[in-house]
């Protein structure tokens, strides 16, 4: 826990890219990153699935077998915990932090409605009693299902910080005078999900200690192997030079 938290630093960001598969994070630790976060919805299309409809048991797995892949530290996407009541929840923390993980995070979004603030704070205090090791981030939510109010997020993250979360994350803010004030006025170190408008030097200037990119990248790779296939069933072939590149890339990262 203690080396993951310290790759947290205020104004000199952890730049936390998200895997989606072993391979994915093998490859992102061969760039050059010093931690990786799991990412729910580019895990869940792995599947064909959309975002949420994983199970916990395949999470867990995912997540243990991330970990497996690569030296360096991960933090899982635990969504809302994949239970409904503080034992349960409990359980699923405990889960994470025997499979190796340096650090997984907490929303308070239910999959259907916010949680009340203390019902979430409540929730993130049996996960920090359940898995002390692991570096726990509490989200706030609201910026990403139509309640984006900073000062609501405050005072979430500072009851989630209260409760025992390590970093404080509300996911969906693209505002950078509200990232700063977000950052002067909760008491632990701050993630930003990158969002376009968002640049990692002003993010850095305006003191975030994590910025991570959600489904960003495994959606650039959807986008890249749609192109791919189109070009091929159009009978098109130039596509077949960035896919020797891609080769070249898999035999650097690949153990």
């Not at 760039?31 to 990786?36: D, E, L, N, S």
């Not at 993630?191 to 200037?205: C, F, H, K, R, S």
């Not at 986008?223 to 091929?232: E, L, M, P, V, W």
Request: hydrophobic share 50%; aromatic share 6%; glycine share 10%.
């Amino acid at each position: 826990m203690e080396d993951f938290l310290a790759l947290h630093v205020p104004g000199e960001p952890l730049l936390l890219p998200n895997a989606w598969d072993p391979g994915s994070a093998r490859l992102l630790e061969s760039v050059g990153a010093r931690a990786i976060a799991s990412t729910s919805s580019g895990f869940a299309a792995t599947l064909g699935r959309v975002d949420g409809a994983a199970t916990r048991d395949e999470v867990l797995d995912h997540a243990a077998r991330l970990v497996a892949a690569v030296d360096v530290p991960v933090s899982a996407d635990l969504e809302a915990g994949y239970a409904t009541t503080l034992d349960d929840l409990a359980l699923t923390y405990r889960r994470a932090a025997e499979s190796g993980l340096a650090g997984a995070s907490l929303e308070d979004w239910s999959g259907t409605q916010l949680l009340s603030a203390a019902e979430a704070a409540e929730r993130v205090g049996a996960a920090r009693e359940a898995a002390p090791g692991l570096v726990l981030t509490g989200r706030a939510e609201g910026y990403l299902h139509d309640v984006p109010s900073l000062s609501e997020a405050i005072t979430r993250l500072q009851a989630y910080a209260e409760a025992g979360a390590d970093v404080l994350y509300a996911p969906g803010m693209r505002d950078l005078d509200e990232i700063r004030t977000l950052v002067a006025e909760v008491p632990r170190p701050v993630n930003v999900l990158l969002l376009a408008g968002l640049e990692v030097p002003a993010l850095a200037d305006a003191g975030v200690a994590r910025i991570s990119v959600g489904g960003a990248m495994a959606w650039t790779t959807w986008k890249a192997a749609a192109t791919a296939a189109r070009a091929f069933l159009a009978g098109g072939s130039g596509w077949l030079t960035d896919a020797a590149t891609g080769r070249t890339e898999a035999a650097r990262a690949l153990r």
